[in-house]
């Protein structure tokens, strides 16, 4: 069972960067599909960034050209670089994995979730 593990949230200024980090606690990253989804106050979880586990990546079209999603499996960690921040990027970013998933799926489809990492962007 893998539990995976975010880190790397914070409070930024509109147009600053962070680099989100989710690390697997119990076995390897590497044969999994790993993804981020983020939740606003008041709005559903919405899918942000994924990484198939033969390193093919999906983005959600808000955050195309500003988030990098990538992996590193020496690390066994799987980063989300976030760049150009909006206010409306803030929300708790959760990391979502699959063994042996694509980059993208739907929610109910993921098998382990993580607690989440808060990131407050402010105007």
């Known amino acids: 069972q893998v539990q995976p593990v975010e880190s790397g949230g914070g409070l930024v200024q509109a147009g600053g960067s962070l680099r989100l980090s989710c690390t697997a606690s119990g076995r390897t990253f590497n044969n999994y599909g790993v993804a981020w989804f983020r939740q606003a106050p008041g709005k559903e979880r919405e899918f942000v960034a994924g990484i198939s586990w033969t390193d093919i990546t999906a983005y959600e079209n808000s955050v195309k050209g500003r988030f990098t999603i990538s992996r590193d499996n020496a690390e066994n960690t799987v980063y989300l670089l976030l760049n150009s921040l909006k206010f409306e990027d803030t929300g708790v970013y959760y990391c979502?994995?699959?063994?042996?998933?694509?980059?993208?799926?739907?929610?109910?489809?993921?098998?382990?979730w993580g607690q989440g990492t808060q990131v407050t962007v402010s105007s």
């Open positions: 979502a994995v699959r063994e042996f998933g694509s980059s993208r799926y739907q929610i109910k489809d993921y098998e382990f």
